[in-house]
């Protein structure tokens, strides 16, 4: 598993391991200090006799590049914020279908609604469902109900 950092940092993680190993330190101890596994100490080692320092640089993230620029998953979110009424649909409820018709639309790229989540949490978001109350809820009828009948209906202990 790649571990957190950009890979700037990583490569200085690992550079800064080598130079400790160079100062004299044992593997384990530099492994304790940077906080990582011995072993990753040792393969960098290894890099460095072999491939010299070049061998310790930094490598591309693995995997497909994202098809939205981290201009246009801003941008995305700029646009939510505004509602879903602002674009156009009947509620200002966001749904993944909702969210990915505003991708498609914006920025021409298609997502499946399942993969826009992935998306939004990536950028912080978390899934929300709006509370669910009638619109005839009376507040104050509920306020004097608590006050005064719920204390009869409630069940006690038993005093003894």
Request: hydrophobic letters at 35%; a positive charge; glycine letters at 8%.
């Given at each position: 598993m790649r571990p957190y950092g950009t890979?700037?940092?990583?490569?200085?993680?690992?550079?800064?391991?080598?130079?400790?190993?160079?100062d004299g330190l044992g593997v384990r101890e530099v492994a304790r200090k940077i906080g990582c596994s011995p072993a990753s100490v040792s393969r960098w080692q290894a890099e460095v006799q072999t491939g010299g320092t070049d061998?310790?640089?930094a490598k591309p993230p693995p995997g497909r590049?994202?098809?939205?620029?981290?201009?246009?998953?801003?941008?995305?979110?700029n646009l939510l914020l505004k509602g879903a009424t602002a674009h156009g649909f009947s509620t200002d409820l966001w749904t993944l279908p909702r969210v990915a018709e505003i991708i498609a639309k914006t920025f021409g790229v298609r997502y499946h609604p399942a993969h826009v989540w992935k998306i939004l949490r990536g950028e912080g978001w978390s899934c929300q469902k709006p509370e669910r109350r009638a619109r005839e809820r009376d507040e104050d009828a509920i306020k004097q109900w608590r006050a005064e009948r719920w204390p009869h209906i409630k069940k006690r202990p038993k005093i003894r």
């Amino acid at each position: 598993m790649r571990p957190y950092g950009t890979p700037a940092a990583l490569e200085a993680r690992r550079r800064r391991a080598v130079e400790l190993i160079k100062d004299g330190l044992g593997v384990r101890e530099v492994a304790r200090k940077i906080g990582c596994s011995p072993a990753s100490v040792s393969r960098w080692q290894a890099e460095v006799q072999t491939g010299g320092t070049d061998a310790l640089r930094a490598k591309p993230p693995p995997g497909r590049p994202p098809r939205l620029t981290a201009r246009q998953r801003t941008r995305l979110l700029n646009l939510l914020l505004k509602g879903a009424t602002a674009h156009g649909f009947s509620t200002d409820l966001w749904t993944l279908p909702r969210v990915a018709e505003i991708i498609a639309k914006t920025f021409g790229v298609r997502y499946h609604p399942a993969h826009v989540w992935k998306i939004l949490r990536g950028e912080g978001w978390s899934c929300q469902k709006p509370e669910r109350r009638a619109r005839e809820r009376d507040e104050d009828a509920i306020k004097q109900w608590r006050a005064e009948r719920w204390p009869h209906i409630k069940k006690r202990p038993k005093i003894r």
